[in-house]
């Protein structure tokens, strides 16, 4: 709609709170439309920081830092197994998962395993028979084997000191946990800076290959075998509003030649899907053609016939509230803490 004024017409006064009106309208209209246009850019989420740029690896370093300086909190973990002998095979026992909740309070580290309970420190451990603390090494109540627990602070240490080149951010996404606003970044690590940390046991070793199995014949009893290729994504899951580290999933693919060579019997079959789904994640079926997609800071990538896979998963929460269990002077004195 045009508005025509004619100075001549209107009284002076009249004119005067005219142009006034229409100024202020103009102006709320001009208000109006700029809070219209930046409504969407607040639903946008975290502003992430790039890929391979140094404002990255201080995002990681930072988390790192803080869960570090907290030096207590709960956990929860998940290892999932995905043996490429059992794969090929095509046998049930392909993927195995593990499920363990515990806590740490600086070098004090307490679990729980399928209802068996253990705590450890100082190299030492005690599991809980029959309602009584009991020294043991590497057996829980009813003597089955412990399982790998999760020591968050050695972990953190042992990341931290990784090469500077090898802690570089391949991948950075948004994303949610448990309805919260996170950043996903991820690291690789490949050739000697995986084997390294892999052999630094912060986090459970790919099972089912040979590098355990001692070999009879053509290289001779008790020969020392080839070292696997590894291929190590670590993603770390930082809350975008607090800063702290909620999660950090670790996948390491390992090849081992001979594993694809190894035939047992029936027919082949995947296993490994389903690990670690939470209430926002839907399973999709893997794309093998084009560019290597990315989901929850993980390339898709099918594992290849020769290779076995380890998913580890670690949930942290209570950062620095966490309680430890009540132990009595006699089970300090043997763990030596205080």
Known sequence: MRVVVCPACV???SLS???RFLSSSVVCSALAFAQVATTPAADQGPVLPGANSDEA???VAKALDKTAAYARGNFTTLEGQDSAMFRNAGLPIGAQEVEISGGWDRSLVWAESDGRDYVTANGRMLAKVENEWRLRRGKLAGGIAAPFTLDPDY???AIKQLPKASSNVVHVEAGK???KAMVLLTIKLDDEVALEFSDCGAVPDVGGGLGGIMMIGGMGMGMEPPRPELETYVVFYIDSESGDLARMTVKTYSTEEMMGQIQIGGAGGGFGGGFGRDEEEEEEEEDQTGPVKWKRGLPRIKPAKDQSVMTFRADFKK?????????????KALLRVR
């Open 17 to 19: 709170l005219m142009l």
């Open 177 to 179: 946990l448990r309805g």
């Open 155 to 157: 972990l953190i240490a």
């Open 319 to 331: 950062l620095g509230l966490a309680e430890a269990p009540k132990l009595d002077e006699r089970s």
């Open 11 to 13: 009284p002076q006064d």
């Open 57 to 59: 690896r201080a995002f």
